[in-house]
């Protein structure tokens, strides 16, 4: 019957009852009409009846039916077309870019129809869209600044060496620090691959039997140079043997994150504890140290992307090491937790199922 332009969107015509619509209708409502005179009447009455007052007949059941269809689409327009035109100009506000829009609820009981369960339905997931395009917006800003930093250091260095007069101890530093930046470059996109590949579970878990206290001992050698220039007491509190089935790699990954975290945070002459016990499920291993420590609002945060308490010692990492060490542990189904207190240093504990399920005590 009526034929309306979305006046948003040219592309969407409503009709809320066409003409060959209306007509169905009132060819059965007529002849349901009809079907009672037929039945207790007689055919012989009802023609009779309908040669006298054919067109009163017919003219009563337009208006009737004009009624019925005129409800019909009021009832369409206000239960279904409204809060669909609504959905659909949020939707094209969102797909624009818009991650700030909101559609109030059709209803405000808790009893709801599918329209409205749509709308809670959207609203989610806007929030979700707009979280995660927050979290993207940020961690291409960091990108950009970790990046940054370090070419600036390099392309500053390398005009430096450029000058023929310069003596060699100081060109010899010049590319010290431009090696230490590529390095740091290196390091930076190696995370960053490592992460996603963890997030998006390209990188999957291959558990082995292994010895976990041998490699610890292995990681905690591999880092002695640096302890040992910082003059830091290491102290390993560590069993003679715990077999455990996980991932040598990926876990190889973590001591080394949160043993070189440990170090770069203690000041010299300070000291680092690695401890390590175990019962018939659990492996437990915290990293421990007598550094800065970091404050309620920092560990909140610490295990987030790029994210660094104490900015003291940014040169010295990119702020993606826990966060890679936390994505680690949680794939292998254990735990990785922080305690600390300013100026009383910090203590990482990853804990770990010795057996992964499906496997019993088979190791």
């Known amino acids: 019957m009526r034929r309306e332009e979305n006046p948003w969107d040219g592309r969407v015509k409503i009709r809320y009852f066409s003409w060959a619509e209306y007509i169905g209708v009132l060819f059965a409502f007529g002849g349901l009409a009809s079907l009672p005179g037929i039945l207790y009447g007689g055919w012989e009455n009802f023609t009779g009846s309908l040669k006298h007052y054919g067109l009163w007949y017919l003219l009563y059941w337009i208006l009737i039916t004009f009624a019925f269809c005129a409800m019909t689409a009021y009832q369409k327009h206000q239960v279904f077309d409204r809060p669909m035109r609504q959905l659909s100009k949020a939707t094209e506000r969102v797909a624009s870019g818009d991650f700030s829009v909101y559609l109030e609820p059709v209803q405000k009981t808790v009893r709801l129809d599918y329209i409205s369960a749509i709308f809670q339905d959207f609203n989610k997931m806007v929030a979700e869209l707009g979280s995660i395009e927050t979290m993207k917006n940020d961690f291409i800003a960091n990108v950009s600044h970790e990046i940054k930093t370090p070419l600036s250091v390099i392309r500053n260095y390398t005009e430096l060496l450029k000058d023929p007069d310069l003596h060699p101890d100081k060109r ?29 579970r390209q990188i999957l878990p291959k558990p082995e039997p292994f010895d976990l206290c041998r490699q610890l001992s292995d990681c905690a050698l591999h880092l002695e140079t640096l302890w040992e220039e910082k003059n830091i007491r290491l102290e390993a509190e560590i069993e003679d043997r715990a077999l455990i089935f996980s991932d040598p790699d990926m876990l190889e990954l973590v001591w080394n994150n949160l043993l070189s975290n440990a170090l770069k945070f203690t000041e010299p002459g300070g000291s680092v504890t690695l401890r390590q016990t175990s019962d018939a499920d659990t492996v437990t291993v915290t990293v421990s140290d007598s550094g800065c420590g970091m404050g309620e609002e920092t560990m909140k945060h610490i295990f987030e992307k790029f994210y660094q308490g104490d900015t003291s010692h940014a040169q010295a990492g990119n702020g993606l090491g826990l966060a890679l060490a936390y994505r680690v542990v949680d794939q292998l189904n254990g735990t990785l937790t922080v305690s600390s207190r300013l100026g009383k240093g910090s203590a990482f504990t990853v804990r770990l199922p010795v057996h992964p399920e499906g496997h019993g005590n088979g190791i």
Not at 172 to 199: F, G, Q
């Open 172 to 200: 010899a530093e010049y590319i010290d620090s431009i090696l230490s930046s590529t390095d740091r470059l290196s390091a930076l996109v190696t995370n960053i691959l490592k992460l996603n590949k963890l997030e998006s």
